[in-house]
């Protein structure tokens, strides 16, 4: 049994969505929308689906092509400002759904658009789940990080981050963390409930780079404003000691 709450929501489930979805390409608002709906693809977060009428087919084209979803039968639109002569698709309408509820509305590529917004604040890789939260939160369990019995880290305050169907994050003071093992590192992941990483540090070992270790948020969302800064590290990679005690290994590897 894993030692965090799991997501429950069923596949295929519909509710509505009570915030105003917007989304832009090329500058210009592609949709906007006070009457998306939720649909969830897979049991981990939803996707938006997009009332017709509230999204400017004026940008979009489509060569009259369908195809067969899980959702129903779907007409393909790419961007009428593609430049290739056979652009990817970028939009799927439901024409013959299998829910009635899902008549008429759009499902978009998530990346193939400039941004989505929640209101007025952007979100980033996919909507956010409404049953999940995320909750960061000060704590004075000490947090020791080893990798081949070598400390990385070790922290008598850490901010610990609780996410649905996430593993426990122990985020960790700068001055804490024993940077001459750490490499930087090019990548950069989102989230859509913390934003954008600024950094990420693979760690060398002997003559061995072990990649992609440890992140951390710079400017983080203002739900997360205590991880500002602090860094990181990947529980599944690494030992994790908290309060003296050895912390079992998450067998997958999730985001971070």
Not at 101 to 113: M, Q, S
Not at 182 to 207: A, E, F, H, I, N
Not at 239 to 250: F, S
Request: glycine share 6%; with cysteine; net charge negative.
């Amino acid at each position: 049994m894993a030692g965090y709450p799991r997501t429950t929501t069923r596949l295929n489930h519909i509710e509505p969505v009570p915030r105003r979805i917007r989304a832009e390409h090329g500058g210009e608002m592609l949709l906007d929308t006070t009457d998306a709906l939720y649909v969830w693809e897979w049991a981990n977060y939803p996707q938006y689906y997009i009332p017709r009428r509230d999204v400017r087919e004026d940008l979009l084209v489509t060569e009259g092509v369908t195809e067969e979803s899980p959702r129903g039968t779907v007409r393909l639109y790419s961007f009428a400002s593609a430049a290739e002569p056979h652009p990817p698709p970028v939009g799927r309408l439901l024409v013959d759904p299998v829910r009635p509820e899902l008549a008429d509305t759009f499902r978009f590529e998530w990346d193939a658009l400039g941004g989505w917004f929640e209101e007025d604040e952007e979100v980033f890789v996919h909507p956010r789940n409404p049953y999940s939260r995320v909750d960061a939160l000060r704590s004075t369990r000490a947090v020791r990080v080893e990798l081949d019995g070598v400390v990385l880290a070790e922290s008598s305050s850490p901010v610990m981050v609780f996410e649905t169907g996430l593993p426990t994050r122990y985020y960790l003071n700068r001055t804490e963390v024993g940077f001459e093992h750490l490499v930087p590192s090019p990548t950069v992941t989102g989230c859509p409930y913390k934003g954008t990483t600024s950094d990420y540090w693979s760690v060398r070992m002997g003559g061995v780079v072990h990649e992609d270790l440890a992140w951390s948020y710079a400017f983080p969302t203002r739900q997360l404003l205590p991880i500002a800064g602090l860094v990181s590290f990947y529980n599944e990679k690494v030992d994790v000691y908290v309060a003296g005690e050895l912390e079992e290994r998450p067998r997958t590897h999730f985001s971070d």
